[in-house]
């Protein structure tokens, strides 16, 4: 494994600049209210980023306040606020940035023949001279600046290495060249950062940084290339997140800077552990889930289903694991039981959660999982427990939904509300009517009266799925219970069914995992060794 490697050596250091909060949050449907930022700020500030860019100070007084209580509360990082090349901006960012313990300001100013015509109507003398006038001014506001030149990458190159000689002679330390529109390729990024780090007068103590867009997906291969070629700052966001298909997603540069150290010799300083919670809570706060085959952080990343698969990590996790789970602070088991999985992954989960299966007894659970695979699609440890304590019966005491009519209320006074039915087979149907902030979440109010159970929901994810005929809705839901996630899955034709059954099912599992009778009182749970004798 290519991991693990120590960064003691003397390595060129790269810099991580964050702007999740900025260029991430601008991006539709993405916005955070300020006491967000401030709480997913602290989850930079654990991951270690060197830079967090806050906000852009004079865009909002939402923006002003987030970024104002981003430099009072968060201590570590540099904090930074975006402006543009204006006194007004200026000013707002500086005074929102008054509380920092360092603080920056990262001046924008488009450069590109498209961006002074049409956008700014600036000659290039017009340019120059407001980068000079905006550069001097935030030297005296602030602790340190950046200056980009927007659009560097159309840019003309003799022009483009005047604007960042003027920024840098102004008192720009941080030189970034953004490819603003997400064009480049790795081989022309690395030849432009290697022609302005050697034509850039004046530059030779800046900091020369890239901040790479997704737009062609190669916004971390780009970033990588401008480090390759002697840059020393990447910018990007948690997720990958930023205006149209988003910057270059920091987790992934992190790993690969850190896995793949051998091909780039530069070291980093960031706690790579704490990469899993930065970019779960970003997702929980934007409401934006991070698709199951991202990079690093998506949660196939380092989970096995196929059998082939699952034996090889079992005997050694280094025949499908370039990195360790740990390592990006994941935790818990990686193979995924689906229909997919040998009687050897069958085995390892079972011994785990304590239960040995009897060779003798394997062939008809192992025949089970698979119809129960078919059925269920991934299955939870839950359901592997009901299966291997099947003859206890605990898997036949399930709640099943039988009806479910809502009110949904738009406008007025009107309540949502949710009448429900579920049938036991010891409790019979039990009704429960319900409100709650939506005709959905009073669904689920209902089902937490009638089970006794009391959980919070943390994904809910519903799909349309079918092309052709008939389309069906499948509800994917995890459950917080009793500090434990238990997975709910429901295929219905409508979505509202499909959301209830996937929270009944989720409850179901929590019901069987903590052993719980059907008025959500605990009771005995066979032991390990009672489910061999029963076999
Ligand atoms: O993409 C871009 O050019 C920007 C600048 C403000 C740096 O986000
Ligand atoms: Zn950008």
């Not at 290697?194 to 103590?205: P, Q, Y």
């Not at 949710?418 to 209902?446: C, K, M, Q, S």
Request: charged fraction near 25%; aromatic fraction near 4%.
């Amino acid at each position: 494994m290519a991991n693990n490697q120590s960064n003691e050596s003397a390595s060129r250091k790269i810099a991580f600049f964050d702007t999740t909060l900025r260029d991430g949050e601008q991006a539709p449907g993405f916005s955070m209210s300020a006491e967000e930022k401030l709480i997913m700020a602290g989850a930079l500030c654990d991951l270690g980023v060197d830079v967090i860019e806050a906000g852009f100070a004079a865009a909002s007084v939402g923006d002003a306040e987030a970024v104002k209580r981003i430099a009072t509360e968060i201590s570590g990082p540099t904090i930074c606020s975006l402006s543009r090349a204006g006194d007004g901006d200026l000013h707002k960012a500086s005074e929102a940035l008054k509380p920092a313990k360092r603080s920056r300001i990262h001046i924008f100013l488009g450069t590109s023949p498209i961006h002074r015509k049409a956008k700014l109507n600036m000659t290039k003398a017009q340019v120059l001279a407001a980068t000079e006038r905006s550069v001097s001014l935030a030297k005296t506001l602030c602790d340190e600046v950046e200056f980009s030149a927007e659009d560097a990458i159309r840019t003309e190159r003799d022009f483009l290495v005047e604007a960042l000689e003027c920024a840098a002679r102004a008192g720009a330390t941080v030189l970034n060249v953004p490819d603003t529109v997400g064009y480049a390729t790795p081989d022309e990024i690395y030849d432009l950062f290697r022609f302005l780090i050697k034509n850039v007068g004046g530059a030779e103590n800046a900091i020369f940084s890239a901040h790479c867009h997704n737009d062609l997906g190669m916004a971390v291969a780009n970033s990588l290339a401008a480090v390759r070629a002697g840059a020393s700052q990447i910018e990007g966001a948690i997720n990958g997140i930023g205006e149209r298909a988003g910057n270059c997603a920091l987790e992934e540069a992190m790993m690969v800077l850190t896995t793949r150290r051998d091909a780039f010799d530069l070291s980093i300083d960031v706690d790579t552990t704490k990469i899993m919670a930065a970019s779960r809570m970003l997702a929980k706060i934007t409401g934006n889930p991070v698709p199951r085959n991202k990079a690093i952080v998506g949660r196939n990343a380092f989970a096995h289903e196929a059998g082939i698969h699952q034996h090889g990590v079992l005997n050694d996790r280094r025949t499908y694991e370039i990195m360790l789970p740990e390592d990006v602070g994941l935790t818990g088991n990686a193979l995924i039981l689906g229909k997919h999985s040998g009687k050897h992954a069958l085995a390892a989960r079972a011994k785990e959660l304590g239960f040995e299966i009897e060779e003798s007894r394997m062939g008809a659970v192992f025949t089970s999982f698979k119809a129960m695979a078919d059925e269920f699609g991934e299955i939870a440890d839950a359901q592997l427990i009901e299966l291997i304590c099947g003859v206890t019966g605990t898997s036949s005491e399930v709640w099943r939904l039988t009806r479910v009519e809502m009110r949904a209320a738009y406008g007025g006074n009107a309540e949502p509300f949710a009448r429900v039915e579920l049938e036991h087979p010891v409790r019979g149907t039990v009704t429960d009517i319900a409100t709650g902030e939506g005709p959905i979440h009073a669904a689920f109010n209902a089902v937490q009266h009638i089970t006794g159970l009391k959980a919070t929901v943390e994904e809910l994810e519903i799909n349309h799925v079918g092309a052709t005929g008939r389309t069906d809705c499948i509800a994917d839901i995890v459950l917080k219970i009793e500090g434990e996630r238990y997975v709910g899955r429901s295929r219905t034709r409508d979505v509202i069914p499909a959301g209830v059954e996937a929270y009944v099912d989720s409850i179901n599992r929590a019901i069987a995992a903590l052993n719980l009778d059907a008025f959500g009182n605990e009771k005995s749970l066979p032991s390990p060794a009672n489910s061999k004798d029963a076999a």
